[in-house]
């Protein structure tokens, strides 16, 4: 059975946090679904076709590495995937807090499904998409913190 890993998030935008961690969990599994979650609650920055379209930009070419958006229970877009893995990434200590709880809520709904969690790089250990979004609103230049090639202007 392939080694299917959904890699859920809202990737708004995304950033080289994210990017190297998609980047690192590719050995570890056949195929990495990079996911981006549509919260109905949560009024996104950017738009769903922009975040899209940098995903495509950045992984189109590997071919490990599948991009969609889905909405509603991550565990039941696992399901419809057939992927038993879903990987985070964990910056700190409230990461931690975080991700346990919805972890194990999820492990109590799906018990096949394993959260794996991969530690951040230390130099991307306080990078967030919001500190990103924040820095985009004040007119600052965030090339060094989003992926090679990514263009946030003009939202
Ligand atoms: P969410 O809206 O679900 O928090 P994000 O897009 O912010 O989604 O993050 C998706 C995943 O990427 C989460 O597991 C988060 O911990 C991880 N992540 C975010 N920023 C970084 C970073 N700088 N380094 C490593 N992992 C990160």
Redesign the pocket.
């Known amino acids: 059975m392939d080694r299917i890993a959904v ?6 935008p995304i ?1 080289r ?2 990017e ?2 998609i980047r690192r969990a590719l050995p570890l599994f056949d195929k990495v679904i990079v996911a981006i ?1 549509e919260n109905t609650e949560k009024r996104s920055f950017f738009t769903l076709e922009r975040r899209l379209e940098w995903l495509h930009q950045i992984f189109g070419a590997e071919p490990g590495i599948f991009i969609t958006c889905y909405s509603g229970l991550t565990i039941d877009f696992c399901r419809r995937e057939g992927a038993r893995f879903i990987l ?4 700190t200590a409230a ?1 931690f807090e975080f ?1 346990r709880g919805i972890g194990q809520m999820n492990k109590l709904m799906f018990p096949d499904l394993e959260t794996v969690f991969l530690l ?1 790089v230390p130099e ?2 306080s ?3 919001s500190i990103v979004r924040d820095i985009i609103r004040n007119g600052g230049d965030v090339r060094q913190f989003v992926p090679e090639g990514i263009e946030t202007g003009s939202h």
């Open positions: 890699f859920p998030g809202s990737f708004d950033t946090g994210h190297s961690i979650g985070r990434g964990l910056r990461d991700e951040c991307y250990a990078l967030s998409s």
